[in-house]
């Protein structure tokens, strides 16, 4: 049975943030992903049509113009693409949706750019996402990481120059080619020579949670490995929220962006690093990948435990439920 709300949820986003939305004007743009009403550009005639989502279900209250009296995300997605099958637009949104562990941007592949503007793309927007650190404000930054429960100031400065909050980010979609601009949380991530950045989106400073969660600029990194150069027990965790929660109560600390990456993690651990403290999302996902690495580990000399999250999904939501109780749990692993 298709799940018709599930596709019309993601491509509320989609369709804004590959470009394929077109707005109004700037005032229209943040209007929308604000849920409230907006205008936007008929994928048929060109002309302004009225556009409202309901709050929570990220859907269309309505789309009307002269072509369509009443319609979906997935009619403009048909529409824009010039598909006519709705068995075959169904299946190509179930497509983007499934990809889940590869960048949004890259896993979009379209015949508007050619692969040669691709690359100056990339380039592009992360020189955009690099902009957002020479104007952040560290206060605002500070603010937000407080609702998350974590304690801007333990931080080390190696990892608070690596985070920026922005609610402007301009960044341009690889597929059209078209500007976009998102809010969230932006987090730096280093390696060797590279540097990447991943975004964590927000709206009005909440947590997004649906399938267009996150953006990635650039490659897939690590975030936090800049710190953890001399540690000696360090702590691998899925999100960078949860190694900003580790490092809040004094514990060193990297994300690899998803469990996708697990088998990638002794390349990113410093020669020092000889106790390794997993703290994986206590999910079906996470409790597999937990075990994949403690093979890995001792396989390579490395000494592996587990933190074992008691309260919520991951370190982050038990630190902001139970602060003590993360914090003697945290405490009482690094000690064995």
Not at 244 to 271: D, H, M, Q
């Amino acid at each position: 049975m298709t799940d018709f709300k599930a596709i019309n949820s993601f491509l509320s986003d989609y369709l804004a943030y590959s470009g394929i939305l077109v707005f109004n004007n700037e005032k229209d743009r943040r209007s929308y992903h604000l849920g409230t009403h907006c205008y936007v550009l008929c994928p048929v005639c060109g002309a302004k049509t009225s556009c409202e989502m309901i709050k929570g279900t990220r859907r269309f209250k309505s789309w009307q113009c002269s072509h369509l009296s009443s319609s979906s995300p997935l009619d403009f997605f048909m529409l824009a693409r010039g598909i006519n099958d709705f068995s075959v637009a169904v299946r190509k949104v179930n497509e983007l949706m499934n990809c889940r562990s590869v960048p949004f941007e890259e896993s979009c592949t379209s015949h508007h750019v050619l692969d040669g503007k691709i690359s100056i793309l990339r380039k592009k927007n992360i020189e955009l996402a690099e902009a957002a650190f020479e104007k952040r404000d560290e206060n605002i930054t500070a603010e937000y990481l407080k609702m998350r429960g974590i304690d801007y100031s333990l931080l080390p400065d190696t990892i608070r120059q690596d985070i920026a909050y922005t609610d402007h980010l301009e960044q341009i979609s690889q597929p059209t080619g078209k500007t976009f601009f998102i809010s969230g949380v932006v987090f730096r991530n280093r390696f060797k020579d590279s540097v990447s950045f991943t975004v964590r989106r927000t709206e009005g400073k909440e947590y997004v949670r649906s399938n267009f969660r996150v953006l990635q600029i650039g490659k897939i990194h690590p975030f936090g490995l800049k710190s953890i150069a001399d540690a000696k027990p360090v702590a691998i965790a899925e999100g960078a929220f949860d190694a900003l929660s580790l490092y809040a109560v004094g514990l060193p600390a990297i994300s690899i962006s998803g469990v996708a990456n697990t088998g990638k993690v002794l390349r990113y651990l410093p020669e020092s690093c000889r106790k390794v403290i997993i703290a994986f999302d206590s999910d079906s996902a996470g409790e597999a990948a937990a075990l994949t690495l403690f093979d890995i580990f001792r396989t390579s000399g490395i000494w592996a435990t587990r933190l074992r999250i008691e309260k919520g999904k991951d370190s982050n939501e038990w630190l902001c439920s139970d602060p003590k109780g993360f914090y003697e749990a945290v405490r009482k692993e690094n000690s064995l």
